[in-house]
């Protein structure tokens, strides 16, 4: 596996590619070191890694059980240190699933695309990451 990172202009913005697929990521630094919130910032880049890697195994698990899914959604809260470097101590993951979908089966198939089946799951908590998760079948979204 191989990643490729671009320089886009002469600030901190970079364009990230993939040998795997023709989509491009474009990746920002935060102003204070010169970003111009031109893409996502690389510790916003490993929430995203830890929420798609559990939702793949999540949805394939629900598949297989005849669950049916009709949307998913996800949130990822990373709590940080204060220090040099700032790492993650604490993560939750939030699975809204929508559809028709046993609470049961949806427990057992976040734990297991969570904690058994997602590697980035299993590199931070390797790290002394707590990393939490809670599934909502067909929350009630209200507008305002």
Request: proline fraction near 3%; include cysteine.
């Amino acid at each position: 596996m191989k990643v490729t990172l671009n320089r886009v202009n002469q600030a901190v913005h970079f364009e990230g590619s993939a040998a795997s697929s023709p989509v491009k990521v474009h990746i920002d630094g935060s102003p204070s070191i010169g970003g111009e919130g031109l893409g996502i910032r690389p510790m916003e880049l490993v929430l995203m890694a830890l929420g798609s890697c559990s939702a793949l195994d999540l949805i394939s698990i629900l598949k297989k059980q005849r669950q049916d899914i009709s949307d998913l959604q996800i949130e990822v809260t990373g709590h940080r240190t204060d220090a040099v470097p700032s790492v993650f101590t604490h993560i939750d993951i939030l699975f809204q699933l929508f559809g028709t979908v046993d609470t049961e089966k949806a427990a057992k198939a976040a734990a297991l695309a969570v904690k058994k089946y997602c590697s980035v799951h299993d590199m931070l908590s390797a790290g002394g990451v707590d990393i939490t998760y809670q599934v909502v079948i067909n929350p009630t979204i209200t507008s305002f």
